[in-house]
């Protein structure tokens, strides 16, 4: 019943600006959750050069959601498991956002060394 009246009163609905600013801020957040944890685990599979790193990373999110997951249903008694597992979901997710940081710079600065001083990349001789 009070659900009901809820859902038919709608003077204390935000406003639709607000909405669409959560939502947008929401869809923003699943979307660099899911890139984190795909990568991750995508480039602990493939990954010839640090497999370790990534796996680190991967697990960090895994554990770190389950975590949340569990420790979620009753707040009360595990607040500790709780703030454990947002800090290993985000030190897993900040730990992939940094290695592809670091990829992506290595990547320009060997494609600004290749091309410097020579249209073709090629040394004169």
């Not at 639709?16 to 959560?22: F, M």
């Not at 660099?32 to 960090?60: I, K, M, Q």
């Not at 670091?102 to 060394?113: E, F, K, N, R």
Request: net charge neutral; charged share 10%; glycine share 8%.
């Amino acid at each position: 019943m009070i659900v009901m009246e809820a859902a038919v009163n709608t003077d204390a609905w935000l406003p639709i600006e607000l909405v669409r600013v959560e939502l947008i801020n929401v869809g923003l957040a699943a979307a660099l959750f899911f890139f984190c944890l795909g990568l991750s685990f995508w480039r602990a599979l493939n990954d010839h050069e640090h497999p370790v790193y990534w796996r680190t990373a991967a697990v960090l999110i895994w554990v770190g959601v389950v975590t949340i997951a569990f420790a979620g249903s009753r707040p009360d008694v595990w607040t500790i498991l709780l703030n454990a597992g947002w800090f290993m979901l985000l030190a897993g997710m900040a730990a992939t956002l940094l290695r592809v940081g670091v990829t992506i710079c290595q990547h320009l600065y060997a494609g600004a060394a290749k091309t410097s001083g020579t249209p073709s990349g090629r040394m004169r001789s």
